[in-house]
């Protein structure tokens, strides 16, 4: 007999989808090629590691193949934050250019091939695209192929 999940982490309490968010909220994570670096800025908030305190990091989020990651970028160097979701996945996704949010959010580190290739190159497509003056335009996906990388559910709401 298996015990209830009381932590809120069973699986259909949580979407990768957008679908059951506030349309306005599921607009503004459902960012275009045109995005310029400014509208994919986040914060999130995550226990540290070693601390247990909450520690809010700024950092890029994507949408790729209909979901959204968030990701190292270029690289691949070790990061506070991938190291402090994989030690405790919960964290706050914080909305804070134009639409202002707060969402409860879960990270799952992508670790299979296929689902990696396909995320970074949609990703380095997506950043090729004309954007704003000073935004970041990799060229080749193969200097992302170290990249840390995080696939978001959302909490549905209840």
């Given at each position: ?17 957008l ?16 995005a ?20 809010r ?102």
């Amino acid at each position: 007999m298996s015990t209830p999940d009381t932590t809120g982490w069973n699986d259909s309490a949580w979407d990768a989808s957008l679908s059951h968010l506030p349309d306005h909220i599921r607009r503004a994570i459902e960012i275009t090629p045109a995005a310029g670096t400014r509208e994919r800025i986040i914060d999130i908030t995550t226990l540290g590691r070693r601390t247990g305190r909450p520690r809010r990091i700024e950092i890029f989020f994507y949408r790729a193949a209909g979901t959204t990651y968030l990701c190292s970028g270029a690289g691949g160097a070790a990061t506070d934050w991938h190291a402090n979701l994989l030690a405790d996945p919960a964290f706050t996704f914080h909305l804070k250019n134009g639409i202002r949010a707060d969402l409860p959010a879960r990270a799952t580190p992508v670790t299979a091939p296929d689902e990696r290739q396909t995320v970074l190159a949609e990703i380095v497509a997506d950043l090729n695209q004309p954007h704003d003056p000073g935004t970041i335009r990799p060229t080749r996906l193969e200097d992302w192929a170290d990249s840390r990388l995080m696939r978001i559910s959302f909490r549905r709401r209840s």
